[in-house]
C-alpha cells in the first residue's frame, strides 16, 4: 500500500467537490477505486449517493464501522493548489476529500490483509445539509446490518500533524439552520412612507438577534447564533420587498436550543408587528449533539497514548455541528480530531491542510481496528 496514492487521491476528490446528495461523481470516483480492489471480503452496497462497504472478519465477534462524509461546500476555494477545485463555487472547505482519502487507505489495508472484525465502511452523502446521516440510519441496509461500534474522524486545522485530539462525553454541539424570509411593500427609493423596507426590517432583525446569546442564556451553558448570510433587495435606488436571513444555531443542551428558537419567533413576531410585513421561519437541518461513548473513546485514548509518534490532545467541546451525532446516539462509538495544521481554518476558502496527516491517519486506523 502506497501513501502517495492516497494523497493522489485526496488530489483528485479535492478537484470535484459535489454538494449534499449531488456527490455522483465522487460516488463513482468511489465505487471505481473500491471494484479495483481484492473483492474477496468485500460486500458493496449503494444507497443514494452514498456507499456501504463490508470487510467480512475472520472470527468476528462484532461489526465495527467507520464512517467517512463526503460532500463539499459551496464557497470558491482562494488557494493556488495546482489540483484545486474544478467545480466552480464549490470546495471540499471541510477537508472530506481527507475524509474520504484516509477511510479508503484504511478500506485498502483491509481488503488486502482480512480483519479478524467485521468492518462496515459508510461513505455517507450531505453532511453539510441537509444532513445524510439520520436517513441513512433509517434505510433498510442499516437497518438490517447494524454495526456495534462506530467512529469517525474530522480534520482540524489547528492541531499539527500527528496529533489526535477528542474527549470522553459531549464532542460537539447541537445545531440547527435558520431561513428566514420578509416580506413587505417595496418602492421608489425617493419615497419611503410609502414603502416597507425589508433591508431595514431584517438589519433590526439581525441587530436584535444578538441579544439572544447575551440575555437569554445561562453563560455557563454555550450557545451560538451566526448569521452568514443576508439578501434582499434588487437596486440600490428601489426600496427592498423582500430580503433573506440564513444562519445557525448552535447550543451544548437542547433545552438552550429551544430557548434560543422560542425568542427568535418572538423578535420575529415583533418585527412583523413593528414594520407592518409578514415573515417565515425554518429551521432546516437540525443536528443532535456528538457524544462520545465514554468507555469505548477512554480505551481509544490509551491506544492513542500508547504508539509511538502520535500525540494524544484531550481537546474541550467545540460548537461544531456534524450529523455523525445521529449515529451515536443509536450507535457506541466516538470522534476524533486529526491534526492537519493548516494556518486558514475550517470553512475558507484558502484551507490547505498538510497531506502528510493521510499516511499518519490511515496507520492509525489501521492499528487501532487490529487492537480490537
Ligand atoms: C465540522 C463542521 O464544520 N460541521 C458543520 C456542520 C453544518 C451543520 C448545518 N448545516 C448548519 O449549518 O447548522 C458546521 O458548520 O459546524
Redesign the pocket.
Known amino acids: 500500500m502506497m501513501s502517495n496514492s492516497f494523497i493522489n487521491i485526496r488530489r483528485k476528490l479535492h478537484e470535484i467537490p459535489e454538494l449534499g446528495f449531488e456527490e455522483t461523481k465522487t460516488q463513482q470516483y468511489l465505487l471505481t477505486y473500491i471494484e479495483s480492489l481484492p473483492q474477496q471480503y468485500l460486500t458493496i452496497d449503494t444507497w443514494k449517493t452514498g456507499i456501504f462497504v463490508k470487510v467480512a472478519g475472520s472470527a468476528p465477534s462484532k461489526v465495527v464501522a467507520y464512517r467517512a462524509d463526503i460532500d463539499g461546500l459551496p464557497m470558491v476555494e482562494e488557494t493556488n493548489l495546482s489540483f484545486k477545485s474544478t467545480h466552480e463555487g464549490k470546495m471540499h472547505g471541510?477537508g472530506h476529500d481527507f475524509h474520504m482519502s484516509i477511510a479508503l487507505g484504511v478500506l485498502t489495508y483491509f481488503a488486502e490483509n482480512q480483519p479478524k472484525e467485521s468492518l462496515l465502511f459508510i461513505f455517507q452523502p450531505a453532511?453539510?445539509?441537509p444532513g445524510g446521516a439520520k436517513p441513512m440510519l433509517e434505510s433498510d441496509y442499516l437497518k438490517n446490518n447494524r454495526p456495534d461500534r462506530i467512529i469517525a474522524l474530522?480534520i482540524a486545522p489547528e492541531y499539527p500533524v500527528g496529533t489526535v485530539a477528542t474527549k470522553e462525553g459531549l464532542l460537539f454541539a447541537n445545531?440547527?439552520?435558520l431561513f428566514i424570509d420578509f416580506k413587505g411593500k417595496g418602492g421608489h427609493a425617493a419615497y419611503p412612507h410609502t414603502a416597507n423596507d425589508m433591508v431595514v426590517a431584517s438589519s433590526h432583525f439581525v441587530t436584535q438577534l444578538q441579544s439572544i446569546v447575551a440575555r437569554n442564556i445561562n453563560p455557563l451553558d454555550s450557545a451560538v447564533v451566526t448569521i452568514g448570510k443576508i439578501s434582499g433587495g434588487t437596486k440600490q435606488n428601489i426600496i427592498a420587498e423582500n430580503a433573506r436571513v440564513e444562519g445557525?444555531l448552535r447550543t451544548l443542551s437542547m433545552s438552550s436550543m429551544h430557548n434560543v428558537k422560542k425568542r427568535i419567533a418572538s423578535l420575529v413576531k415583533g418585527i412583523e408587528e413593528g414594520f407592518d410585513c409578514c415573515a417565515t421561519i425554518d429551521f432546516g437541518?437540525n443536528?443532535c449533539q456528538v457524544y462520545n461513548n465514554e468507555a469505548i473513546t477512554r480505551q481509544f485514548m490509551n491506544f492513542v497514548e500508547s504508539r509511538k509518534c502520535t500525540e494524544l490532545i484531550e481537546c474541550k467541546e467545540a460548537m461544531?455541528?456534524?450529523d455523525f451525532g445521529y449515529f451515536l446516539a443509536e450507535i457506541p462509538g466516538f470522534m476524533f480530531w486529526l491534526g492537519v495544521n493548516s494556518e486558514h481554518g475550517?470553512?475558507s476558502g484558502k484551507l490547505n491542510p498538510d497531506e502528510e496527516a493521510i499516511p499518519f491517519a490511515i496507520g492509525l486506523v489501521v492499528d487501532y481496528f487490529k487492537s480490537l
Open positions: 471541510c453532511e453539510e445539509g474530522h445545531t440547527s439552520e445557525t437541518a443536528y461544531t455541528g456534524e475550517l470553512h
